[in-house]
């Protein structure tokens, strides 16, 4: 039993804040009744080696020590939550939301006093209903129990938390886009530095924590970061949200240790491949991550030792690529998601995946030839970071430059053979367009 | 004009941010859940209401995927098409509704009881492939199925 998911069923039901309280629910905060300072529950998030669960695993103590404190500080400083879980493939914030809703108004209480930040928003994206309609209940129970609205008790500290639905944009994801959307503007992400923990929201100090990141830090405060230390194979704090999606015997979720290979959630927890397919790769959270194939599925996932040739974990909801599914086609869907997703802002993001779209098509459709290879690999140069003025770009060539790497005689075979050897699909493709 | 619940929606609705325009999103959701998608006239009632330019409303009305600036009908099927479920057959759900309304993405039927959108992944990819009806979710969608899923949707 994990902590995060340790009382969320899976017949999709959800607790009730009597529920909650009866499982500990809402018991970190006796310890801030109890005199722990706010410095007190930064040194220990700190201690506990927390990587922010939304793929980018920026220490979490790291994080808030740029954000100012002490009497001087402006105010009002900002929390949000980041639940525009928007990445393909990946679903772990929502089993959580859905699941167990008070976890995340616990979660950023805490932050907001470690921080001493006194509102907070849920930035939740606009397809998840039911995670709104259980928030919504949840905020409302916290508010009419005193969690929220009120000074805790013996303290001078009172938290307001929002819920908004945003109308969907990937890009809402990246966390200066985000407050901009907030703000009631065009998600377009802004230019960094100065960076939201010092001039965020409306100007104020922000701090912008992923849905799973936060759900940790009631744990980490009740049962200390030695604790949480444990329950990791590695030298990163915790467990994480894992996740398997495609042709296996069981997609599904788990809560399971850092550290965890990918062959043990592929073959273990997802039971395997399906009937009559084989294993080529997998993404191994959300696509804006590289491919990895057999040789690599022994690799402890987490964020510190991922081995930085083979790529980055991500989300940790991996995405299964078998053989009756076609590389080029794979990749093809990706890269119109992400041209599809460009704000628009910078020409690289907004000219260049488009182009990169319709280069794949072309190999689809049998009228590609070796210079459209060399020009597919002249793209992950001209859109890796550094380029362009966010990582969406840099993001979509992960799994491009991979899949010119592990997969390359099946792009080639797509010259040679004039069209897509998994050709029904290369028929169905056309309708996307 | 706005009605007097929408009028009332929208105050509550600004009442969350620390500046009126903070809510232009809420605002345009608001209305359209009672209009169904956001006219001009719409927009104008808004943007004086949030105390913008309609022109800077409808910057941010044509950015977001989920505001419509064009009419759709009462129900909305939204199809997955990211990789989970292209992987685990969307196209087919695709085909079968294009078949059985004659509708392609992006369209509405004659009658005016369905819109069919694309739509980023909806975060159901254990149960691929995916759809979303109006806001109900339906996983593991068989495309002979579709039917039986389309009689709640009149």
Redesign the interface.
């Known amino acids: 039993m994990y902590p995060l998911t340790q009382y969320i069923s899976r017949d999709g039901t959800s607790r009730l804040l009597r529920e909650y309280v009866k499982g500990g629910g809402y018991r970190s905060l006796q310890r801030l009744t109890a005199g722990m300072a706010p410095k007190d529950v930064q040194r220990l998030v700190g201690e506990s080696g927390l990587r922010g669960r939304g793929g980018g695993g920026f220490p979490t103590g790291t994080k808030w020590s740029f954000v100012p404190m002490g009497p001087n500080a402006p105010k009002p400083k900002y929390i949000v939550a980041n639940g525009d879980e928007m990445e393909p493939g990946t679903f772990k914030d929502r089993i959580l939301m859905e699941g167990d809703p008070h976890g995340l108004v616990e979660g950023m209480i805490m932050a907001g006093y470690a921080l001493d930040a006194e509102v907070g928003y849920i930035f939740l994206r606009g397809e998840y209903h039911l995670s709104a309609q259980r928030l919504n209940q949840a905020i409302a129970e916290a508010y009419a129990a005193g969690y929220l609205g009120k000074p805790l008790p013996g303290t001078t500290f009172r938290f307001d938390l929002h819920l908004h639905s945003s109308a969907g944009r990937y890009i809402c994801g990246e966390e200066t886009a985000l407050i901009n959307a907030l703000e009631g503007k065009r998600a377009v992400p802004r230019a960094k530095p100065p960076f939201p923990q010092t001039v965020g929201l409306w100007g104020q100090p922000t701090v912008v924590q992923n849905i799973e990141t936060l759900y940790n830090l009631p744990h980490i405060v009740n049962h200390g970061a030695a604790w949480y230390r444990s329950l990791s194979r590695t030298q990163d704090g915790g467990t994480k949200m894992f996740g398997v999606s495609g042709r296996v015997i069981r997609p599904g979720w788990w809560e399971l240790p850092l550290g965890t290979t990918a062959r043990e959630l592929l073959e273990q927890h997802a039971g395997g491949m399906a009937e009559g397919v084989r294993f080529r790769g997998l993404l191994p959270g959300g696509i804006s991550t590289a491919f990895m194939i057999e040789e690599h599925l022994d690799f402890p996932l987490d964020f510190s030792s991922f081995p930085q040739e083979v790529g980055r974990l991500g989300t940790g909801t991996m995405i299964i690529m078998d053989d009756r599914t076609c590389p080029v086609g794979f990749v093809l869907n990706l890269e119109k998601f992400f041209a599809r997703e460009s704000c628009g802002w910078c020409t690289p993001c907004r000219e260049g995946l488009p182009w990169v779209a319709k280069l794949l098509m072309a190999f689809e459709e049998g009228r590609a030839t070796s210079d459209d290879l060399s020009l597919l690999e002249m793209h992950t140069k001209w859109l890796a970071p550094g380029h362009t003025f966010c990582g969406l770009a840099p993001g979509a060539m992960a799994p491009l430059q991979s899949a010119l790497k592990y997969f390359r005689e099946d792009f080639e075979r797509h010259i040679t053979t004039g069209g897509c050897p998994w050709s029904t699909k290369s028929a169905q493709l056309r309708v996307l367009v | 004009m706005l009605s007097d619940i929408e009028r009332r929606e929208l105050e509550e609705a600004v009442q969350?941010?620390?500046?009126k325009?903070?809510?232009?999103?809420?605002a345009?959701?608001t209305v359209q859940r009672h209009r169904r998608w956001i006219s001009d006239e719409s927009l104008l009632d808004i943007a004086q209401f949030?105390e913008m330019t309609a022109e800077d409303l409808d910057?941010?009305a044509t950015?977001?995927?989920?505001?419509f600036r064009k009419p759709v009908g009462r129900h909305v099927a939204?199809v997955c098409?990211?990789?989970?479920c292209?992987?685990?057959g969307c196209?087919q759900i695709?085909?079968q509704l294009k078949k059985h309304y004659d509708i392609?993405v992006g369209q509405t039927t004659r009658d005016g009881r369905l819109t069919v959108l694309p739509?980023?992944?909806?975060?159901?990819?254990?149960?691929?492939p995916a759809m979303?009806i109006d806001?109900d979710?339906y996983g593991e969608v068989a495309p002979d199925k579709i039917d039986i899923i389309m009689n709640k949707y009149k």
């Open positions: 969350h941010y620390s500046e325009r903070g809510a232009a999103i809420d345009l959701l949030l910057s941010i950015f977001y995927n989920l505001v939204f098409d990211s990789i989970s292209w992987i685990m196209e695709r085909e392609d739509i980023a992944c909806l975060g159901h990819c254990e149960r691929a979303m806001q979710v």
